[in-house]
């Protein structure tokens, strides 16, 4: 492995560190928001969580349409960059509107949290098959890119069982308000922008 090719293997792996995070949090502790703290009445958390269920189904269809985007994406930048960084830019937006209280309690909350659970999920989304799709493109030599994919899965398990490990005491900590909630997901959403930085400068 040549200078170029540690320099790609560590920058292309830091930046799946605030990915996995920003993922996990919303895998793990959405519905738990959802419920315990924002307390939506039952007919309104059941409306919501049909949400997760409808668009699980969409999941199929976004990732090909995705891929596609990332493929005809055609800039001085390359193909992987530009809907990388447009990604994680317009999944950030989309996550804090998810963890911010706007004292909803209604089915104007369900139409909200679909719209803005929608776009994330076609962002982050954007965003992974564009990070993944990058991948091959460093290296033409099969065990330089194996370690660098096992590289990159060391760093996103930390970013994941960090917040699998971290959310409850510290949201706990903080007073389980919605408030203390929009904090924590402005700081992991900040986190993941911060480590994306590294793959879209970093990596060559």
């Given amino acids: 492995m040549?200078?170029?090719d540690r320099r790609n293997m560590v920058?292309?792996?830091?930046?799946?560190i605030g990915r996995d995070a920003f993922y996990a949090l919303e895998a793990n502790a959405l519905i738990y928001y959802l419920s315990n703290v924002l307390q939506l009445p039952i007919g309104v958390f059941v409306a919501t969580s049909l949400v997760f269920t409808v668009l699980r189904i969409f999941d199929a269809l976004n990732d090909p349409l995705m891929g596609l985007v990332v493929d005809n994406t055609r800039s001085r930048h390359?193909?992987?960059?530009p809907p990388m960084l447009l990604g994680a830019?317009?999944?950030a937006v989309c996550y804090?509107?998810?963890f911010t209280?706007?004292?909803?309690?209604?089915y104007w909350f369900v139409v909200v949290f679909a719209i803005a659970y929608l776009l994330w999920d076609i962002f982050y989304g954007l965003n992974d098959i564009a990070y993944w799709s990058m991948l091959?493109?460093?290296t033409v030599e099969q065990k330089v890119r194996e370690k660098m994919g096992?590289?990159?899965?060391?760093?996103?398990?930390?970013?994941?069982?960090?917040?699998?490990?971290?959310?409850?005491?510290?949201?706990?900590?903080?007073?389980?308000t919605p408030r203390a909630w929009f904090i924590v997901a402005a700081a992991v959403t900040v986190l993941m922008l911060l480590f994306q930085l590294f793959t879209i400068f970093g990596v060559k």
């Fill in 2 to 4: 040549n200078k170029l």
């Fill in 11 to 16: 920058f292309f792996g830091l930046g799946t």
């Fill in 78 to 81: 390359g193909k992987f960059k």
């Fill in 89 to 91: 830019l317009a999944g």
């Fill in 96 to 98: 804090m509107v998810l």
């Fill in 101 to 106: 209280d706007f004292g909803l309690r209604d």
């Fill in 136 to 138: 091959p493109s460093l």
């Fill in 150 to 176: 096992a590289f990159a899965r060391i760093c996103a398990n930390i970013g994941m069982f960090a917040i699998m490990i971290g959310w409850e005491p510290i949201t706990s900590g903080m007073g389980n």
